[in-house]
């Protein structure tokens, strides 16, 4: 497991500490070794899957999938306060046992034959209970590993997780306590789904290298004569996770609505105490596959959560930290939301154009420049991980 | 400003995706115009005691915020833009949600 030596921030020109060799491309498109990923790191590791925003009042429940391990997870919070997580199926015969997406409820009943489970996944009652062969304390839902850090839920599928959440995010924990998205209440959501391997869409989200060429008008704050490529101030290292400090063009002009939206939402910040600007051009990759940005005028989070070798989903969110309350802010809220999804829509398409490459067999390795070094970066752990659970006589498909 | 002034996130977008240029064009002068005294009006009461011509104006208000990302910013590539954007799903807005 990763240990937190401490962030090491440093520009790219160092970035050759991780090598500087071409990476093998079978792993960004082979279902074999997406296999591996599956029991080397998604099996095993703190995946971010929703929010307590979304978990108000007692009572309440989420239901999230989980497509590459196979599982969806019912999430729920209790009256007695507390959140647990479980598996969403039924131990009689394994249905599935809630269908809705989210509600709030005081028992679940499978639909099959009607056994009900408690907030605390206690069977409560089982229709004919009598003719089992099993005692009842037996059938509790099976539960999975639950922690929040920043108001961010993570689950960890591992019956007993090597590390805690705040162990695994080590001294990011702190950083992200002090973002929006620790005080949000509500949140604006788009998703999108992607023929391509969760790497390679997560890959495109931490390098600029292509923003002059894919963003050209939405990306022109991005870049400038002095930073051509809007290459970032900084990268740092932390164990598993990245971050990078974006650079922006002090001389751009922002187009007139852009000018008066951010205007707002920029005062809104200030007056909420998220102020501090550099704060607002940290950008946060915690492994595996969660970003979020500390911008309170765009504070917005992105999981690329793997399908299949090929294909992937993704959820972005911009975190709010109360209600609209008033027309302003509900337009300037609008407006941010509007602006980070026509930037996503321009990279969708290219990142299936690699993919489509990629898939063809026709390349043994892919390159990385310094400034893709959070890419090379994420590949090292990957692998890392995966040729770590070989070693430990695992396979895919298979608990090491 | 005749058929912009919708409820829902999704609507909004979606009406943006469906414009033509002109549309477009002649909705971001005549709701750039009026929008800084819109908001000043409407900030004048909390967003759950707006009455209806109101709502309809600040549903008018936030149409803009689409449009002006394709008059803005997209300019000649709004058309194929569109085409993109239409996989990125809005499924919750801030606007769509009890306040």
């Known amino acids: 497991m990763h240990s937190h030596s401490g962030t090491k921030a440093f520009v790219a020109d160092d970035a050759a500490l991780f090598g500087t060799d071409p990476v093998p491309a079978a792993p960004y498109h082979q279902p074999e070794y997406f296999a591996l990923e599956r029991e080397a790191i998604f099996r095993r590791t703190w995946l971010q899957i929703g929010h307590i925003a979304e978990l108000a009042e007692p009572g309440s429940f989420i239901v999230r999938p989980i497509e590459v391990a196979n599982a969806s997870i019912l999430i729920v919070h209790g009256p007695d306060g507390k959140i647990r997580a479980f598996h969403n199926v039924c131990t009689h015969r394994g249905t599935e046992l809630v269908a809705e997406q989210g509600g709030k409820r005081s028992s679940f009943s499978c639909p099959y034959h009607m056994w009900t489970f408690g907030y605390d996944g206690r069977l409560r009652s089982a229709p004919d209970f009598e003719r089992f062969y099993i005692d009842k304390s037996r059938c509790d839902l099976v539960q999975v590993a639950v922690e929040a850090c920043a108001g961010l839920i993570f689950v960890n599928l591992d019956h007993s997780p090597a590390q805690s959440l705040r162990e695994f995010l080590g001294p990011i924990a702190r950083q992200l306590e002090s973002l929006p998205v620790a005080c949000a209440t509500t949140f604006s959501e788009y998703v999108y789904e992607i023929d391509a391997n969760w790497k390679l869409t997560y890959d495109n989200f931490q390098e600029n290298y292509h923003l002059r060429f894919i963003h050209p008008r939405s990306g022109e704050a991005a870049t400038g004569p002095e930073n051509p490529f809007g290459y970032p101030v900084k990268f740092g290292f932390v164990g598993p996770h990245r971050t990078q400090t974006i650079w922006s063009n002090p001389a751009a002009a922002p187009k007139p609505l852009q000018g008066f939206a951010f205007g707002k939402l920029a005062r809104f910040a200030m007056a909420e105490g998220f102020g501090n600007p550099a704060q607002n051009k940290e950008y946060f990759a915690i492994f595996p596959n969660f970003f979020l940005l500390g911008s309170a005028t765009q504070p917005f989070s992105h999981v690329v959560m793997p399908i299949s070798a090929s294909r992937s989903r993704g959820v972005v969110r911009l975190y709010w930290g109360s209600a609209d309350d008033t027309a302003t802010r509900r337009f300037a809220r609008e407006y941010a939301m509007a602006t980070v999804r026509d930037i996503h829509a321009e990279d969708r398409a290219v990142i299936e154009a690699g993919q489509r490459g990629l898939s063809s067999g026709a390349l043994r390795h892919i390159h990385f420049q310094s400034q893709e070094v959070l890419c090379r970066h994420l590949y090292h752990t990957v692998n890392e991980m995966v040729q770590s659970y070989i070693a430990g006589g695992g396979a895919p498909g298979q608990a090491a | ?99």
Request: overall charge negative.
């Open chain 2, 1 to 99: 400003m005749e058929g912009w002034a919708l409820s829902g996130a999704v609507s909004r977008a979606t009406r943006r995706d469906l414009s033509s240029d002109a549309e477009r064009a002649d909705f971001y002068d005549a709701a750039m115009r009026v929008l800084p005294a819109a908001l000043d009006h409407l900030d004048r009461k909390p967003l759950r005691e707006l009455d209806a011509s109101e709502t309809r104006l600040m549903n008018l208000m936030l149409s803009l915020c689409h449009v002006a990302l394709a008059v803005e910013m997209q300019r000649d590539d709004e058309a194929q833009h569109a085409q993109r954007r239409q996989y990125l799903r809005i499924t919750r807005a801030s606007s769509d949600c009890p306040c």
